[in-house]
């Protein structure tokens, strides 16, 4: 890694001014169109990307780039509304900036939230996948570089990023709200174009059921920096080639927006749970 620990450590002392002597247990990343939720925290602290020492801005659509600090189900939670990506031109590190600076602050729980577009032609978009593993086969890694001990070891396990306890009590939660959860592998890709019909073939042949620009890369660094992972994909349209359609970034957040009821009572229940 080649951002040097003092700087994650000066972004941390930055929101502590801002936070007093409040410690998160859970960060949620909240992804394309996803953000609703951050203003569901009570008693909550609104601090933007650009307020945090070093750290990257936001620029993609959807994605407001600010930390919202407060209580949700009781829980002490930090929220990402929105995040970076390696597509707007930065590091794989740089994408996983804020990540590590919250977990300086103390969060032990990473729930990482995206929209993205389904592989899986037996599903239909505006279902909900538990990402079961991920497949991230194109660019750099966050831990590409010296290894900052500060945060955990070199060449980390990959073999259980998403906590299997963790999934078990989603699959509870959402038996309990009578919701149909899918539960499979996201396929990283780096964007930002959106996929080719060959790319989505292929990645479904490697047992791929979603495709999207973002997550394995801040999973990664979780499970690096020790965390327990959650991971949600919020299926917003078939994939590339599999109907025919043009994509475009609206009809995600469109889609997002429409399924946010149920997204949000989801996360809620597993927060409730934890």
């Known amino acids: 890694m080649s951002i040097p620990f003092d700087h994650y450590r000066e972004s941390a002392d930055a929101l502590r001014r801002k936070t007093g002597d409040f410690i998160p247990r859970v960060l949620l990343i909240l992804g394309s169109g996803l953000g609703a939720l951050a203003d569901q925290i009570q008693t909550s602290v609104r601090v933007p990307f650009s307020a ?3 750290a990257p801005v936001s620029t993609a659509p959807g994605h407001t780039g600010a930390l919202v600090f407060g209580v949700l189900e009781g829980v002490p939670v930090v929220a990402m509304q929105g995040r970076v990506h390696a597509y707007e031109g930065y590091s794989m590190e740089q994408v996983c ?3 590590r600076v919250v977990r300086l602050l103390g969060a032990e729980t990473l729930v990482a ?3 993205a577009g389904c592989i899986n032609i037996g599903w239909e978009p505006g279902d909900i996948m538990l990402i079961s593993d991920h497949i991230k086969l194109c660019g750099e890694s966050p831990l590409s570089g010296e290894n900052l001990p500060q945060f955990g070891p070199p060449f980390p396990a990959c073999t259980r990023l998403y906590n ?5 009590l989603v699959r509870s939660v959402a038996a309990e709200q009578g919701l149909t959860l899918r539960e499979g592998v996201y396929m990283y890709f780096l964007g930002p174009q959106y996929e080719t019909p060959a790319e989505i073939r292929a990645a479904r042949t490697l047992g791929a059921d979603a495709a999207g620009m973002s997550t394995a890369p801040e999973v ?6 020790g965390m327990e992972v959650l991971g949600f994909t919020f299926l917003t349209n078939m994939a ?21 009821t149920r997204f949000t009572a989801l996360v809620r229940g597993c927060l409730r749970s934890l």
């Open 240 to 260: 590339a080639g599999v109907t025919g359609e043009r994509l475009d970034e609206q009809e995600v957040i469109r889609a997002a927006e429409a399924g946010k």
């Open 220 to 225: 990664i660094a979780a499970g690096h920096c």
């Open 52 to 54: 945090s020492p070093h």
């Open 164 to 168: 299997p306890r963790l999934r078990a």
């Open 97 to 99: 900036y804020l990540l």
């Open 113 to 115: 939230t995206n929209a």
